[in-house]
């Protein structure tokens, strides 16, 4: 059992969302004035979903499209100038958190032909490009997890600490350590939210069961059962364990 979270870890590389202090709720459009619009020139493989992503918009690419004055199938023309529903002060975050995305999509492309170094050159300038994100270092994370070891991941990770992905790997580390309370501890961080991620209640979930605590970990298990949103592999491993602990009854 000794890398059991870090499967969960994995399906976050390239599609995990920063956390709950990183979500974007976007404002009613009448907020703002047409000046006060934050401004932004549409670049080529630019798209709904994935500006959503980047900035990790609460309500998801339609309700972007939709606020900015579009359909979720109208695609702008590259350098077409688009006015999205923040604050005007925001264009340069913006930008940032854009070309770093850019730069997470291509590390993403290049992950398949397994030039490991390439990927890493590539996280280390999105993290340069908007060090605010906690993506692409927790994806850098876990690949150093498995060639540098733990103390410097950890390390590397302490600026994002209090972030859903970060906290996932500094629980994977902690269990590899032997401290399974420590890696709850970190969980907490996930779970004391109001919509927790999917990885990490199974994470915990997976927790409970391996130290005995079934109790928990079904409820928890059912809790993923019940939600129509949850990853089909994180479904499925709910299925799994339900059914064992069915069979222990």
Not at 26 to 33: I, K, N, S, V, Y
Not at 120 to 140: F, G, K, M, Q, R
Not at 157 to 176: C, G, R, V
């Amino acid at each position: 059992m000794k890398h059991f979270l870090i499967a969960i870890c994995f399906m976050l590389f390239i599609v995990s969302a920063c956390g709950p202090s990183d979500s974007v709720l976007l404002p009613d459009r009448t907020f703002l004035e047409d000046n006060e619009w934050c401004r932004y020139i549409w670049q080529e493989g630019d798209g709904w979903a994935f500006i959503a992503w980047a900035i990790d918009v609460q309500d998801g690419a339609e309700i972007l499209a939709i606020q900015s004055g579009y359909l979720l199938h109208e695609k702008p023309l590259t350098g077409e100038e688009i006015k999205f529903p923040f604050p005007e002060n925001l264009s340069s975050a913006l930008e940032r958190r854009l070309d770093a995305a850019r730069l997470v999509r291509e590390a993403t492309e290049t992950l398949e032909s397994e030039d490991t170094l390439s990927v890493c050159n590539l996280l280390e300038a999105a993290i340069n490009t908007d060090p605010s994100w906690s993506v692409p270092a927790c994806n850098l994370a876990l690949i150093l997890l498995e060639t540098e070891g733990a103390d410097s991941v950890l390390t590397m990770l302490q600026p994002w600490s209090h972030k859903f992905d970060a906290a996932l790997i500094q629980s994977e580390i902690a269990w590899n350590n032997g401290n399974p309370n420590e890696a709850l501890r970190q969980l907490e961080i996930c779970l004391m939210a109001e919509s927790p991620p999917f990885e990490a209640l199974a994470a915990a979930a997976l927790i409970y069961t391996v130290t005995g605590h079934i109790y928990q970990a079904s409820g928890i298990w059912r809790e993923i059962l019940s939600s129509h949103e949850a990853d089909a592999s994180i479904r499925l491993m709910a299925v799994k364990y339900s059914i064992l602990f069915e069979q222990r009854q």
